[in-house]
């Protein structure tokens, strides 16, 4: 199993900046914000309260669940049981226990290019192969039905999906879900989409594949977490919703391994308040291109360092 790259690179600028070196690590996606205040005043109570202060259900604390659950019911129109959603540590490791469910050691997956080098990491870890499919510019980088195809080989048994895509930032719409779960029914492959930066879409509504093919419910494992649109990158809370048979796995596998107490923070109330915190991107973005593409909502040049 190869290195992450990500921190590989982290790793090497904190240890310019120890040695007294003036550093920018563009490696990690962190929002530049801290976690919103209410956010952290709710973690505050929860760990004050006795009843937090023991062991949690592997898959997760049931109340984190439903919340999760209702989340993923509004986004995709479909109903949705809290026994289909797994609470884990990250998305990282939602990715890992989502293959493991659904692929043997040797089988294959297939990625994008270009894409996050943790799906790769994650097939990686679960002893399985990496083949890539490969995007173009000029189609914003989607993937489609075709070079699915092309990347195909009989042992694949997953393809993972960013929407958006990291790191280019590539939406997927109705249109282009449809193609894709058109393509994993007929070659029986499991759709497994990486929902993490769907609070960053902008310019049309967010899509999520199962609310434009809700016909692969029973094929499709989505990964999502706080750590971006939450500024919770260093809480490490993030889940997978899928079949009961992939959520039953990954429950098993979770409590064979690591079991961890979820935050009880995270409630209703804070994934409504999610446009409190994407806001201030969404303005920025808005000033960005209406500078024509080089100024920022603080007046300054995107590109200048002295100004993070």
């Known amino acids: 199993m190869t290195h992450n790259p990500v921190f590989a690179i982290m790793d090497r600028a904190q240890a310019l900046a120890a040695s007294g070196a003036d550093v920018i ?58 026994d289909d959603v797994h609470i884990t540590l990250g998305a990282k490791h939602a990715l890992f226990l989502a293959l493991h469910a659904v692929i043997g050691a040797g089988e294959a997956v297939i990625v994008t290019k270009p894409g996050w080098p943790g799906h790769r990491a994650a097939v ?41 895509g990291n790191p280019t930032g590539t939406a997927y719409g109705a249109g282009a879900w449809a193609e894709i779960a058109a393509w994993a029914a007929r070659r029986d492959v499991w759709l497994i989409t990486d929902d993490v930066y769907s609070s960053f879409v902008y310019d049309k509504p967010y899509v999520p594949a199962l609310r434009a093919a809700p016909q692969l419910q029973e094929r499709c494992i989505i990964i999502d977490s706080v750590s971006k649109a939450y500024g919770m990158t260093g809480w490490r809370v993030g889940w997978l919703a899928g079949p009961a048979s992939v959520v039953d796995a990954a429950t098993k596998m979770t409590a064979s391994t690591v079991t961890h107490r979820s935050w009880c923070c995270i409630t209703d109330s804070v994934m409504h308040h999610q446009s409190k915190l994407t806001r201030p991107f969404r303005a920025r973005r808005i000033a960005h291109r209406h500078a024509g593409g080089k100024g920022r909502a603080d007046g300054h040049v995107a590109c200048d360092p002295r100004h993070p």
Do not use: K
């Not at 962190?30 to 592997?58: C, I, K, L, S, W």
């Not at 499919?133 to 393809?159: E, K, M």
């Open 124 to 164: 990686e870890a679960t002893n399985g192969q990496v083949r890539y499919a490969a995007t173009d510019a000029a189609d914003g980088h989607r993937v489609t039905a075709s070079a699915l195809d092309a990347a195909r080989a009989p042992d694949v048994r997953a393809v993972i999906i960013a929407n958006p």
């Open 25 to 82: 690590s563009l490696a990690v996606g962190e929002p530049d914000a801290p976690t919103a205040e209410f956010v952290v005043a709710a973690a505050v109570r929860a760990a004050r309260d006795p009843r937090n202060h023991h062991y949690g259900q592997a898959a997760g604390l049931r109340g984190l669940r439903e919340t999760v659950a209702g989340r993923l019911a509004r986004q995709t129109g479909l109903g949705w049981p809290a």
